[in-house]
């Protein structure tokens, strides 16, 4: 099986399965278990620290050192352009929803989700039903959530794309472990589209549907961070950078501080630890 063949169909199964994972059990899923969610969300974002630090940067580092002897400086526009490009997504993803809800307009609430049911959206559909809104406009609130998220799938797909690029391809190789991660981070992401679609009126079967296929950019992204990486030198640098970022964005503006907030308690930080040393076992095994 070729290399582009292979990192096709683990990003199919990372952006598509976890998105339609979360869609699946997105009606099931109990909203009374923040410390559970929490200590998985650390654990994952302490693999992400290991593998952008022992990885991706190192393997930035090393392809700039060939280029020229000022290469460390696009490393770092790289980066920082991956978190720009991160954090502007979801800026925007969270102007666009935090106003549907009063709690989280409120004077003291954090910037960031502190209970599952704000995490996978089940608090719009709660404010929605207080309201008596109609389920119009639960449904489009759904979608206007399914299409956030599409777009945010392509710079994670990069990620996934820049890792297999140093890599082989084999079992723990980098790319392999942000698939998975990425797409372990995806659960709560199809749910939060997938519980505004069905009770908006959706049939369960077209909402999983709608949302599996809001994964599907990811691959998208895939490619492209394999392509820059596997062209030339230059591109090596980008794609390794701006995967850095994006991974960086996302652990400690997402997921570490949700991840705290789930739980509120010093536990999280020791799952980060172990995650981190996981992820050194990952690299270097």
Not at 99 to 123: F, K, N
Request: proline share 2%; aromatic share 8%.
């Amino acid at each position: 099986m070729s290399l582009f063949l292979l990192l096709t169909i683990v990003t199919l199964l990372a952006g598509v399965g976890g998105a339609g994972i979360g869609a699946l059990v997105g009606a099931l899923f109990r909203t009374d278990s923040n410390r559970t969610v929490s200590l998985l969300l650390a654990f994952a974002g302490g693999v992400m620290i290991s593998i952008v630090c022992f990885s991706l940067i190192t393997g930035a580092i090393q392809a700039a050192d060939e280029i020229s002897s000022v290469g460390i400086v696009w490393v770092i526009l790289s980066i920082i352009a991956g978190v720009a490009i991160l954090y502007t997504l979801n800026l925007v993803i969270d102007r666009r929803s935090r106003h549907e809800t009063s709690h989280a307009t409120s004077v003291g609430h954090p910037a960031t989700h502190d209970a599952l049911d704000e995490l996978i959206h089940v608090d719009h559909l709660i404010e929605h039903q207080r309201n008596k809104d109609s389920r119009t406009a639960l449904y489009a609130a759904g979608m206007m959530i399914a299409f956030a998220i599409t777009l945010h799938n392509i710079p994670e797909g990069m990620t996934i794309g820049a890792g297999f690029v140093i890599e082989n391809g084999h079992l723990l190789s980098t790319g392999m472990v942000l698939a998975f991660l990425i797409g372990f981070q995806k659960i709560p992401e199809g749910m939060a589209i997938s519980v505004p679609l069905i009770c908006g009126g959706m049939k369960r079967a077209r909402a999983v549907l709608i949302t599996a296929a809001s994964g599907i950019p990811t691959v998208f992204g895939a490619w492209l961070g394999f392509w820059l990486g596997d062209t030339w030198a230059l591109g090596l640098v980008v794609s390794l950078g701006f995967a850095s970022g994006a991974m960086l964005y996302i652990v400690f503006g997402e997921i570490l501080p949700q991840s705290v907030l789930l739980c509120r308690s010093k536990l999280p930080a020791f799952f980060v630890i172990v995650g981190v040393l996981t992820g050194l076992l990952v690299t270097f095994i």
